[in-house]
């Protein structure tokens, strides 16, 4: 995942971006840059490959400045190259981002249109123009760069230099995190504590929609409105900075929050938003063909196994390709049959766990093409699979899955338009249209993200319930099991998930005054059948709260309460509507008080049977 850093100070910056770089690395990324204001003019030096290239070029060219900017990236729009690296420069600005920009085509059309030039395919470079172009208009850099925010679709993470303004550094995040780091006589701006780790531990963290202003002296922060904010500053552990928890209580709601990231970065890895294609050559290059591919068999465990079976409404959907889902634990013990056209999908976060990794094993020894959907790209599944398709996660603390949850789904979703390419079930329209749609789930997820009060609110009532139902329909099935073992693994509270038309076929009998029924219901072709389910619910005293979008019909009962998730393609719900069913677990979980990182009798892996 990409990482920015940014210095402002008396000292030599560059060296102070590369050490902050270097500890970035973990992340991933496939370029590297720094840009600097040498004698009031902003510099640039760039690489394709590992920080090391980078250095290369700066002992060739060097950089001396006590203010800078420095970014690893990992591709998104563009390929790996030095044109497409960050920072990204127009006129009088220069810039570093972390994100994906909705709107940039349609930016970058009205910006050719006033004759302005593009040197890159990325959607970052429409950013530095769009600023430049405020700037030109005769507006302070605040005021410039408030219009810009206002102007962007997506999420973001930003940081950017200004020609004219020695030791000032604006950022900016929504739908990704920025840290600011205090010093004394510098200052600093950050993807994350890790980034400014070597220079401080002294750390205000951004809220969503804050925009910053930062100096050698200090930092001026401003709200999504343009408010002035104040921030808390707090203390960090340099030793421990990869795995704080910063501003958050839990490692499990920090990792909630970081799926917009998340998300996008596994996205990244198997489409191209630039063309709005599916990368099927790449994913070809492992000798895993779609179209000679008879059935996929998915196996995997808990979560995972959830994850796979969401990614079988798509595989089938959208591919024509069968595919199975099993739980690796009976399908390694059951002698399954299996066919030579069948290729076995492996689905782990740590890519050890002992059940999937052993069904795995089998499959490749009954002579079967494998895949690995692994967030640990070292890990044994990695290893012994013929390709390794990963997700991009990052370290995941708690033990009870989220963000590697999402980036399972995001990562399946992206191969089930693959295959639906190689397999010429959906023309080079619709492929745009749901690569479109696949790219707007880290903007709407970080919407997701803002219904915390009203999930709140109900967490303070589902605390006090012994048995809690979950339903839904279609690729909502799975995240409504998925919602009820994250309940079950954290506040210790019996619930089940169902598919909603199975109601009336038994669980119904459940249904009471006490029982809660969590509905998720996107505004998909099967809505008014949910809706229906929910009435028999609430006709039988039963409460319910349906998590729908605010543009659903309003069903008819007595009892139901809605919580509004964000309106989205369906292909991508399970991605938005699994932040609610995560945010419900987490603070029932915390207004239990039970502990929410480490559930009991629960580990993090599972390398035995």
């Not at 959208?318 to 013990?333: H, K, N, Q, T, W």
């Not at 967490?459 to 009820?484: C, I, N, Q, Y």
């Not at 072709?525 to 543009?551: H, Y």
Request: contains cysteine; proline residues 5%.
């Amino acid at each position: 995942m990409c990482g920015i850093i940014g210095v402002t100070g008396t000292g030599p910056a560059v060296p102070r971006l590369i050490d902050s770089l270097k500890r970035l690395e973990y992340r991933g990324y496939d370029s590297a840059g720094v840009a600097a204001m040498v004698d009031g003019r902003i510099e640039r030096r760039r690489a394709k490959g590992k920080i090391r290239e980078l250095e290369a070029v700066l002992v060739a060219e060097p950089l001396a400045a006590t203010i800078g900017i420095g970014h690893t990236r990992w591709a998104t729009h563009g390929a790996p190259t030095t044109p497409n690296a960050h920072p990204h420069k127009a006129g009088r600005v220069a810039l570093v981002h972390n994100g994906i920009i909705e709107n940039f085509a349609e930016l970058k059309a009205e910006l050719q249109a006033e004759g302005r030039a593009f040197e890159s395919q990325t959607d970052t470079e429409v950013v530095a123009h769009l600023l430049d172009h405020e700037l030109g208009t005769g507006k302070s850099p605040l005021d410039a760069f408030k219009a810009t925010l206002d102007r962007l679709t997506g999420a973001y993470a930003l940081a950017v230099l200004i020609e004219g303004e020695d030791e000032l550094i604006l950022g900016a995040r929504k739908g990704s995190p920025l840290v600011v780091g205090w010093g004394e006589g510098e200052m600093y701006l950050g993807s994350d504590a890790l980034a400014v780790g070597p220079f401080t531990q002294k750390i205000s963290y951004l809220e969503e929609g804050d925009f910053v202003a930062v100096t050698r002296s200090g930092a001026t922060m401003f709200d999504a409105s343009g408010a002035p904010v104040d921030r808390p500053v707090v203390q960090v552990s340099a030793s421990s900075a990869m795995v704080e928890k910063g501003a958050y209580r839990h490692f499990m709601e920090k990792e909630i929050h970081e799926q917009p990231d998340s998300v996008q970065h596994t996205l990244s890895h198997y489409l191209d938003l630039v063309t709005g294609r599916a990368k099927v050559q790449t994913l070809e290059a492992g000798a895993i063909d779609f179209a000679r591919i008879d059935r996929i068999q998915i196996v995997a465990c808990g979560t995972a196994f959830y994850a796979g079976q969401i990614g079988r409404y798509a595989f089938e959907r959208i591919a024509g390709l069968p595919c199975d889902v099993e739980i690796a634990s009976e399908f390694r013990y059951r002698s399954p049959a299996v066919t030579p056209g069948t290729l076995a999908v492996a689905v782990s976060q740590s890519g050890e766990t002992a059940d999937t990794l052993a069904s795995l094993t089998w499959c490749k020894g009954q002579g079967l093409k494998t895949a690995a959907v692994v967030n640990v790209h070292s890990s044994s599944m990695a290893r012994e699979a013929d390709v390794l398709w990963p997700t991009h996660a990052g370290p995941e603390i708690g033990v009870a899955s989220t963000k590697a949850f999402t980036a399972q789904v995001a990562a399946l979703l992206a191969l089930a338009v693959a295959a639906g390419v190689a397999r010429g079930r959906i023309d080079g329209q619709s492929e745009g249209e749901l690569v479109k749609a696949l790219f707007e789930a880290p903007r709407l997820i970080a919407e997701a993200l803002q219904m915390d009060a009203d999930i709140r609110a109900v967490a303070h009532d589902l605390s006090k319930a012994t048995d809690v139902l979950f339903l839904g329909r279609g690729a909502m099935f799975p995240l409504a099991m998925e919602g009820a073992l994250k309940l079950k693994e954290i506040s210790y509270i019996h619930a089940e998930g169902y598919a909603a038309g199975e109601l009336k076929h038994g669980p119904i009998a459940l249904i009471d005054e006490e029982t809660p029924t969590i509905a998720l219901a996107p505004l998909d072709d099967v809505f008014e059948k949910t809706a229906s389910n929910l009435q028999e619910v609430a006709a039988r005293g039963g409460p319910v709260i349906m998590i729908a979008p605010r543009t659903a019909p309003d069903p008819h009962g007595a009892g139901i309460r809605r919580i509004h998730a964000p309106d989205c393609h369906p292909l991508i719900a399970p991605l938005v509507y699994a932040v609610p069913v995560q945010l419900l677990a987490y603070y029932t979980a915390v207004q239990k008080g039970t502990d929410v990182d480490q559930p009991r009798n629960l580990a993090k892996s599972v390398t035995v049977e």
